[in-house]
């Protein structure tokens, strides 16, 4: 029984730190190339959004979704093309994107 | 010394008087009115430099200086009468030979009293100053400048007033007659036509030849530049007319200033739009530089509720509170769009108001252009900016073609329209126009909520984002009785979008021209008004602005203008990271970092710049720079402590870039 637990912990913690460790590699990989490729610029470094792009994360919109825009865009954003920004690399953004953490709340604070 | 130059005062008082008595006409007042009779018997001032022989007086100035006594008062002195019958609480200046005669009567003669002589480190920061001065009080200061080379550095500045319709008194010295002026630098620095260089934006100039035509032309100088629509004037100050003692006997004459009415809008046009208005069922207000005062801040909202229609605050000036239901310019395009009936007030650029601007690939790399109304909506503008265009510099922006239009000052315009819509509303309408307040108040609520939701997205992020700063120092100065002196859409416009502004004061609008620069300067003209009034004021500081001239810190520091400067330290002329990015995209192309964090050529990085150390060498109390959101507060409320003292401080903050 302790065997047991001891075998399904540790297995557990395994995984657990797998995880965070592959989250945490596809955070830099991903926040390096949202900077990189100057996505940080208007969306802010977070993805936060700003005046001047509107918010991506957290919960940025469905990979296939996110990609045509990025790829096609005829709004103000200028579309970035496939020999400038690879599928590789947008896909490290998009992970890094979906691994933000949630807003806090801040209602008390600004609004008491 | 000290009885000849006391007596000599006496002797031209006297002579003034005399010459007032029989020389004064309708409408006019004498010059020894204004002069201040506590300054009569001032003990002399201490010499800084031994003063020079006849031969050098006469070699620096061309003149014979074996005049009478009772003749040698200098044309300067009768100046500083003229400026003070306008009541100037201040004058700025970065010294120069030009206007050193003046300069001197100003402060010895005058008292440097009404106005106080302030020392600027560059013409601009000395032009933003009265720019920023100007939006607190509703006051001009005037600014005198070097002849040329002081003038040219003033004109971006001026160039922003112009395009923020905002009026400044530039005084510029200059050696006019070439017959007497000294060889060598003041040579340099004098033009035939000196104004003729800022003539593109500014309302009116003048080179007065005499001291009663010195007296005319301030006078008219301030009147012209004080009738809507406000805007710069200058005068070219002769060297020689300040330096040179006026004859015995000249009469001479300050005439009386009288504000003139700004200009209303034509009173059946007017009627005309009430009805187009009060019939409306979607009606759209869009107010710029609508309100040039409290009261017009009242008007404007009074309008609003008399019609229970939406504005949208572009925020040249304050024309609603933020946290009016009725203040909706959260969401300006869809209003836009749906909107049956759209009056603009004062707006700086109509045609990007209700058509929209696409900066991509489209229309052979010109942009797509889409109209942003429906084809049926009717559009009214009043404005005061139609009475004064000028041809070269294109601040009128591109033409928009408008239902009913109306040369007129808007602010003084709303009474007669907001009676004539009460008029016009049809009785029937009550109901409608509660059910459209209740949709007001429901969409501001929204509006609200989803404000507060967004700022605390990356609340915790490093650098800084700008909600976390914003909420921050709001915590800090919301017992205060703040007015914010920066604009704030570099910051996402944070502060428009979370704290309540319902002062005039609060706002200040921005730069009108968009020249970088303005910032710095604004903020210390607008905190140097506010210390009159006790008032506590904060400025979020571009950290590209307030390189073009730091020196204005020292300005701040040495005349003790309490002013909390918060840095927007993004550490880049963030404006133009985004072209370069733009421009690579479009050309396909990965943007060249350089090895930085962006383009080449747009970063203020390798090194960067320790705001803290640059303001505490300049006289300023100072903390950071601050990368930790935690480390945040406890140096806003120290520097905050600083301000509250009578001095002014700043904390530096690396942010997020907008």
Redesign the interface.
Known sequence: MTRSFLQFASLSFAVLVGSSLQATAADDTGHAQF????C???H???G?????GP?L??EPLPYEAFSAFVRS????M????E???PDQDLQAIHAYLSS?PP?????K???P | MANARGSSRRVFLKTVVAAGATGTVAGAQVANAAAPAEHLDLPPPKPSALPPNAQVAAAEVGQVPNAPEESRKPGSDFMVDVMKSLNFDYLLTNPASSVRSFHESLINYGGNKMPEMLTCMHEESAIGMAHGYFKITGKPIPVLVHGTVGLQHATMGIFNAWCDRVPIIVIGGNHLDAATRPPGVPTFHAAQDPNAIIRDFTKWDDQPVSLNHFAQSMVRAYRIAMTPPYEPVAISLDAGLQEVPYPKGEKLQIPKYVASAPPQADAAALREAAKLLAEAENPVIIADRAARTLAGMRLVTELAETLQAPVIDQLGRLNIATNHYLNQSARGRALIAQADVILGLELSDFWGTVNGYIDNEDNHGHGLQERGTKPSAKLISISATELLSKSNFQDFQRFQPVDIGMAGDAEASLPLLIEYIKSALPAGKKDALSQRAERMKKAWAENRARSIAAAGIAWDAQPISTARLCAEIWNQIKGEDWSMVSRDSFHSSWPTRLWPFDKYYQFIGASGGYGVGYGAPAAVGAALANRAFGRFSLNIQSDGDLMYAPGVLWTAAHHKIPLLNVMHNNRGYHQEVMHVQRMSNRHDRVANLGGGSVPVGTGIENPNIDYARLASSLGMWSAGPITDPKDLAPALKRAVEVVKSGEPALVDVVCQPR
Do not use: H, N
């Open positions: 900077l990189k490729y100057g940080w610029q208007c802010g470094t977070e936060q959004g700003t005046s001047a918010k994360a957290p865009s005829s709004r103000q200028p579309p970035f093309r020999q400038v920004l933000r807003a806090v709340d801040v209602k604070f600004i609004d």
